[in-house]
Each structure stands twice: as structure tokens, then as C-alpha cells.
């Protein structure tokens, strides 16, 4: 269980043009969805909390107009890159948080990512 | 603010040795869960555990072994008789135990994990 899609796994696009990402739980509904960025050798950075029904919260320094996040249901969330440039060039990680009726018990688990290039 | 520092950044080992990872974490909860995950080269987060900050009981499973010392601020991480399979990145993360916000979590460095035959 606790199985997490992401789509595309790898994606090359032109400079200008806008790249949609979706990640998806299968065997279990996730009210939150977090999108995360990984540069090569480093961490992951969380770009923005993705709450199914409502507006997604950013962190700071994330550009909202340039990372749309969408979360119409509880199994599906989208990252839209949008007019994308070189420097987003990424790997892009999506996580849903499982949470267990009747206590505190849940853990991210983690899309297999998406690598973007944008040439 | 949260922290989690992972002060090793690689290790290699050979096959058959035992390692520990290790990490510290900073944070003013009083409630807070740890966690370690595997990534491999493939690039997939890999979660290994989930532990509470009120239950400092060590875990085993397997070849791999948790130790969380709240004195310390510590959770290291110990894998007996590595095996190649085991080189991947490992990173160490906290969060908080409310919904919401506090739930996000906050990532160590990570540690380059290379076991070689």
C-alpha cells in the first residue's frame, strides 16, 4: 500500500513553454500533497503544500505565477512549470500524506519523481 | 525552527561491514516524528522509518537498526553486513505532529551511502 505515481518520469522541453507534472495516490486519499525540488547532489527543497479544495501554500522564494499547483481531488495533484527556462531544470518530487483515522500516524510517501530539462 | 543535520556527507564501505549514519536534529516541539528514507539511484524516496519522539524505543528490522536518543537529539541509523545493494543516498527528516503546516518536513543533507564488493 501507500503507492505514489508521478507523471511524466522525464520530460525535455524548449525554453518558453509551460510543463505539467501530476502526481497521484493510488491505494489512498491524500487531503495534503507536498511538491519538493531536488538539485543534483542535494537535498530536497519543499517548494509548496498542496491542500486538496483549497490554495496551495508556497514557501518562501517560490514564485506561485511560475509553479501552478492544483489539487482537485484527494488522489490527484498537478505542478504546472509554467514559460519554463534552463534554470528550472530539476528533479521534481511530489509526496501524499497518508493519514490514518484515529491518531496521529502519517508519513509522506514519495513519487518516484520527474526529471524536467529545459534546453 | 527545525534543523536535521547529517554531518556525514559519504561513506564507503565494503561489503559485510557494518555502517552508521548519523543525525541530529534541532527543533522546539515537544512532540515530533523522525524519519529516515533511502534513495536510491533511480531517484525514488524510499521511506524506511517513521519514529515518535515519545517513543524512544530502538527498532530493528532486518539488517537495519534505529537509534534514537532524545538526550542527544540524536536518530542514527545502523546497517549490519551492508550489501551493494545498499548504496544510495539516506536522508534523515523531521517533522511535526500537528496537521497542516507542521507537518512538513525538514531534510538533512543526506549521506552517500557506497558499499563496493
Known amino acids: 500500500g501507500a503507492v505514489v505515481s508521478q507523471h511524466p518520469s522525464r520530460v525535455i522541453c524548449k525554453s518558453g513553454t509551460s510543463v505539467k507534472i501530476e502526481c497521484r495516490s493510488l491505494?489512498?486519499?491524500?487531503?495534503?500533497m507536498f511538491w519538493y525540488r531536488q538539485f543534483p547532489k542535494q537535498s530536497l527543497m519543499l517548494m509548496a503544500t498542496s491542500n486538496e479544495g483549497s490554495k496551495a501554500t508556497y514557501e518562501q522564494g517560490v514564485e506561485k505565477d511560475k509553479f501552478l499547483i492544483n489539487h482537485a481531488s484527494l488522489t490527484l495533484s498537478t505542478l504546472t512549470v509554467t514559460s519554463a527556462h534552463p534554470e528550472d531544470s530539476s528533479f521534481y518530487i511530489c509526496?501524499?500524506?497518508?493519514?490514518?483515522?484515529?491518531?496521529?500516524?502519517?508519513?509522506?510517501?514519495f513519487g518516484p519523481g520527474t526529471r524536467l530539462t529545459v534546453l | 525552527a527545525q534543523k536535521v543535520t547529517q554531518a556525514q556527507t559519504e561513506i564507503s564501505v565494503v561489503e559485510k561491514e557494518d555502517v552508521t549514519l548519523d543525525c541530529v536534529y534541532e527543533t522546539r516541539d515537544t512532540t515530533y516524528y523522525l524519519f529516515w528514507y533511502k534513495q536510491p539511484p533511480s531517484g525514488e524516496l524510499v521511506f524506511l522509518i517513521r519514529r515518535n519522539s515519545f517513543d524512544e524505543q530502538n527498532e530493528i528490522s532486518g539488517r537495519y537498526s534505529w537509534n534514537f536518543q532524545k538526550s542527544t537529539s540524536s536518530f542514527n541509523f545502523t546497517i549490519t553486513a551492508s550489501q551493494v545493494v545498499d548504496s544510495a543516498v539516506y536522508f534523515c527528516a523531521l517533522s511535526g505532529i500537528d496537521t497542516g503546516a507542521n507537518s512538513k518536513l525538514t531534510f538533512g543533507k543526506g549521506i552517500t551511502l557506497s558499499v563496493r564488493p
Open positions: 491505494d489512498f486519499q491524500a487531503t495534503t
Open positions: 509526496s501524499a500524506r497518508e493519514v490514518r483515522t484515529g491518531g496521529a500516524q502519517d508519513t509522506q510517501y
